[in-house]
């Protein structure tokens, strides 16, 4: 067959659509979202290609408008996991062999087909399915998701061209092999970019993958695997199941063939997973991959020169947007007790102008939380802070579930720098506010780095270049993702590679070269021109005398 050494596409973040007033892709969104919702769906799971129903219906609905009825899923149990272990170990050495740039061009056409003739159903059915507003839909299930698919292959092709020297009379090279076994992608609801870049990015290094999606982003789901279909994705090569996280981590992580796990989600799930792991580690062909992302207790550190409208949108924008369920969303600010009224003032000011409500209304910034459970953990925490002679609700603090899980964004005032919201990850739109005496910047440093078990996302606002430097250099170990002066949240794919270690992960860097070079396997080749004919070395010569 022909031959080439190919150069793929140089890889652009997709550009984020405006969907102001009067702009088509608005309307087009808008016509989308009454579609969708004037329909119900039957759901089915995908298993080597074929779709599969059960009799075991779970009813899907906004969780901005719990009465309304998006569809069913299909929920499937063990015999539907074995099944999509199956398919994927049959698919394995078809799509292992495919040439490299065949796979690429699936990828390149699926990221395509989520910028152009899937732009809206994918936001749609984050927008629904998530509650997530038009903006937040946009960078995350279209752009973001490209973003993944494009530079996971130009990564690919740089992981490829990373090759041996070689000395005089031989030829060294690798090659990239994927994993010997399958691949378990379990993902979360938050970001529809992240489910579908935790299969894809083995699938794109040669992998199969089962994939357990969310509950609560099922719906989505649907539609990434859709796009996956209509790009020419082999069957079998990703196997989309719906199945409780324990009847899969039964079957998945004591099978042999189990070669490594994709995951984004809970500390706690993700130590029990690992630990599982380690009890079956004699029952696998090779030592499984563990690459996971967790979550963050993250901060925004300021200091008394801080542009006090600047820290004032940046702990709005960090804390709220998409509820607060980012792993990377503000959660704790530091802020100096000289400024801390001017800036209370200002940022009571922007909060009072907030809508919150359906994602249908462009014009609300917060929504409602995913599921009935966040509503009343965070509700409890707020209900606490109330309560509590240590901490003090400021702003918000109301809370409703009479149509949907609405949450008003919440300002807790902690009065001891390790009060509990300080301390643990609420995920959803609580922030907890501490104000330090300005002569003990470095005690409250020293502070910020021992009050959480997380490193994930963190931001250092001030206008001290000295201070910026000495902040960003004490909380080396606080934050795999660093702000200067902006917000922790937005990494963008190609821009700012996102992870972080300690509680937070194994800060393997999604969406790049340090993310993908753990789905691949290299087997290094040296061959020899002219092969030695003696068994002897010179030094065993006699001397001359």
Not at 123 to 131: D, I
Not at 236 to 244: D, H, P
Not at 424 to 440: A, H, I, S
Request: contains cysteine; negative net charge; proline residues 6%.
């Amino acid at each position: 067959m022909p031959k080439g050494i190919f150069n793929v596409p140089v890889a652009k973040n997709e550009p984020v659509l405006s969907y102001a007033p009067g702009s088509p892709e608005r309307k087009e969104l808008q016509a989308k979202l009454a579609e969708l919702r004037a329909q119900e769906i039957d759901q089915p799971m995908i298993i080597g290609g074929k779709e599969v129903y059960t009799d075991r219906k779970v009813r899907m609905s906004p969780p901005h408008d719990i009465k309304h009825t998006l569809g069913y899923f299909n929920q499937g149990d063990a015999s539907h996991v074995e099944m999509a272990i199956d398919a994927a170990l049959v698919a394995r050495e078809k799509w292992a062999n495919m040439s490299w740039q065949h796979r690429a061009s699936i990828f390149l056409k699926a990221a395509d087909l989520l910028a152009g003739p899937y732009r809206a159903k994918i936001n749609a059915a984050t927008m629904l399915g998530q509650s997530k507003n038009a903006f937040q839909a946009e960078i995350d299930a279209a752009c973001e998701l490209a973003d993944f698919f494009r530079f996971g292959v130009q990564v690919m092709t740089d992981i490829y061209k990373i090759q041996p020297e070689s000395a005089k009379g031989m030829w060294n090279y690798n090659e990239y092999r994927p994993l010997e076994g399958f691949v378990y992608a379990l993902t979360p609801f938050n970001f529809t970019s992240i489910a579908g870049n935790l299969p894809a990015a083995p699938a794109l290094m040669g992998n199969v993958v089962v994939w357990k999606a969310s509950k609560t982003a099922v719906y989505s789901a649907g539609v990434i695997m859709e796009i996956f279909q209509e790009a020419g994705l082999p069957d079998g090569v990703i196997n989309l199941v719906f199945a409780s996280g324990p009847a899969v981590a039964d079957i998945v992580l004591t099978h042999p063939d189990f070669a490594g796990i994709h995951f984004t989600g809970s500390t706690g799930v993700f130590q029990s997973i690992w630990k599982k792991i380690g009890e079956n580690i004699y029952k696998y062909k090779t030592y499984p991959r563990i690459v996971g992302e967790t979550g963050g207790k993250d901060f925004i550190f300021a200091d008394n020169t801080v542009n006090k409208r600047a820290l004032a949108i940046a702990m709005l924008r960090g804390a709220f947007e998409y509820q607060g369920q980012k792993c990377s969303a503000a959660s704790r600010v530091y802020v100096p007790e000289s400024i801390w009224p001017e800036v209370k003032e200002i940022f009571g000011a922007e909060l009072a102008t907030v809508k919150m409500g359906p994602p249908e209304d462009f014009t609300n910034f917060v929504n409602a939380v995913i599921d009935e459970d966040s509503f009343d953990k965070l509700k409890s925490f707020i209900d606490g802070a109330r309560e509590d002679k240590d901490a003090e609700v400021i702003f918000g603090g109301n809370c409703d579930k009479s149509v949907g899980y609405f949450i008003e964004p919440t300002v807790i005032l902690a009065k001891k720098p390790d009060y509990i919201t300080m301390q643990e990850e609420l995920f959803g739109p609580v922030l907890t506010v501490y104000v330090y005496d300005d002569e003990k910047l470095d005690e409250t440093l020293d502070i910020l780095d021992k009050t959480s078990i997380y490193a994930l996302t963190g931001a250092v606002m001030s206008q001290d270049r000295y201070n910026i430097e000495k902040i960003t250099k004490r909380l080396e170990n606080a934050a795999g993702n660093f702000y200067i002066n902006d917000k922790p949240t937005g990494a963008v794919v190609g821009q700012q590679p996102f992870g972080g270690a300690r509680g937070s992960g194994t800060d393997d860097k999604a969406g790049s070269i340090f993310n993908l070079l753990r789905w691949t396997s290299i087997r290094t080749i040296k061959e020899t021109f002219v092969p030695p004919v003696e068994y002897t070395y010179p030094n065993f010569q006699q001397d001359n005398e």
